[in-house]
C-alpha cells in the first residue's frame, strides 16, 4: 500500500484558481490508478477524476470536465489536481486515492488507499 498526503488547499475566490498535489510514499508509486474525490459539508463523497498508472489514460466528473486537469509525475510520487474557472459549488474536502487496479475508476469502493484530505473554498 501507499500513504498518501493531500496539500494545495485553501480559501479562492469564484473565477480563480488552486493546485492540489497528492504526495504518496512506497516504490511501487507508478503501479497504483490515481484518483480525486471531494465531500461537500451534509454530502455524500463523489467522484472528481482519475488517472491512470501511466497517466495515458484520464476521466473526469461532468460537473468539473473542462475545468480541472489531472496528472501524474511517477519519478516524483506525485499526483495533481489543477482546478480552474472554481466555483462555490465546488467547496469540499478533496480526498486523493489510490489502488492496485485499473478497473471501475469512477467508483469509490473500489480505492483502498486514502489521504487526509485537503480544504478548498470557494468564496462568491
Given at each position: 500500500q501507499?500513504q498518501?498526503v493531500?496539500?494545495?488547499?485553501?480559501l479562492?475566490?469564484a473565477?480563480g484558481s488552486?493546485s492540489?498535489s497528492?504526495a504518496?510514499?512506497?516504490r511501487?508509486?507508478?503501479?497504483y490508478?490515481m484518483?480525486w474525490f471531494?465531500?461537500?459539508?451534509?454530502?455524500?463523497?463523489?467522484f472528481?477524476?482519475?488517472?491512470?498508472?501511466?497517466g495515458?489514460?484520464t476521466?473526469?466528473?461532468?460537473?468539473v470536465?473542462?475545468?480541472?486537469?489531472i496528472?501524474?509525475?511517477?519519478a516524483?510520487?506525485?499526483?495533481h489536481?489543477e482546478?480552474?474557472?472554481?466555483?462555490?459549488e465546488?467547496?469540499?474536502?478533496y480526498?486523493?486515492?489510490?489502488?492496485?487496479g485499473?478497473?471501475?475508476?469512477?467508483?469509490?469502493?473500489?480505492?483502498?488507499c486514502w489521504?487526509q484530505?485537503?480544504?478548498v473554498?470557494?468564496?462568491?
Amino acid at each position: 500500500q501507499v500513504q498518501l498526503v493531500e496539500s494545495g488547499g485553501g480559501l479562492v475566490q469564484a473565477g480563480g484558481s488552486l493546485s492540489l498535489s497528492c504526495a504518496a510514499s512506497g516504490r511501487t508509486f507508478g503501479s497504483y490508478a490515481m484518483a480525486w474525490f471531494r465531500q461537500a459539508p451534509g454530502k455524500e463523497r463523489e467522484f472528481v477524476a482519475a488517472i491512470s498508472w501511466s497517466g495515458g489514460t484520464t476521466y473526469y466528473a461532468d460537473s468539473v470536465k473542462g475545468r480541472f486537469t489531472i496528472s501524474r509525475d511517477n519519478a516524483k510520487n506525485r499526483v495533481h489536481l489543477e482546478m480552474n474557472n472554481l466555483k462555490p459549488e465546488d467547496t469540499a474536502g478533496y480526498y486523493c486515492a489510490a489502488d492496485g487496479g485499473e478497473r471501475h475508476p469512477r467508483a469509490e469502493w473500489k480505492y483502498d488507499c486514502w489521504g487526509q484530505g485537503t480544504e478548498v473554498t470557494v468564496s462568491e
